[in-house]
């Protein structure tokens, strides 16, 4: 029984990892942008936002993908320009 449930606590903690602060920061920049915008599409999901970055980040190949994003996020000083980082 013990192990069953140091099993469950292992795969629970596996699910819960933090994630990364540069996918939580450009990813509610982005939610912010798309709340506030005058745009009409309300799709942007914040938490699957940060759960994809957070995966693309820790995948070799794509964490530059992550990177560049965030960085232009960053750069931007405008809702339009947040919106445009692709």
């Given at each position: 029984?013990?192990?069953?449930?140091?099993?469950?606590?292992?795969?629970?903690?596996?699910?819960?990892?933090?994630?990364?602060?540069?996918?939580?920061?450009?990813?509610?920049?982005?939610?912010?942008?798309?709340?506030?915008?005058?745009?009409?599409?309300t799709t942007f999901?914040?938490?699957?936002?940060?759960?994809?970055?957070?995966?693309?980040?820790?995948?070799?190949?794509?964490?530059g993908l992550v990177?560049?994003?965030?960085?232009?996020?960053?750069?931007?000083?405008?809702?339009?320009?947040?919106?445009?980082?692709?």
């Amino acid at each position: 029984m013990c192990r069953w449930l140091l099993l469950a606590a292992l795969v629970l903690a596996a699910c819960t990892a933090p994630k990364s602060k540069v996918c939580r920061d450009t990813c509610t920049r982005e939610a912010d942008c798309h709340e506030n915008g005058p745009s009409e599409d309300t799709t942007f999901d914040e938490g699957e936002c940060i759960a994809a970055c957070a995966a693309l980040d820790r995948d070799p190949e794509t964490q530059g993908l992550v990177t560049s994003h965030a960085a232009c996020v960053t750069k931007a000083a405008t809702c339009p320009e947040v919106l445009d980082c692709k």
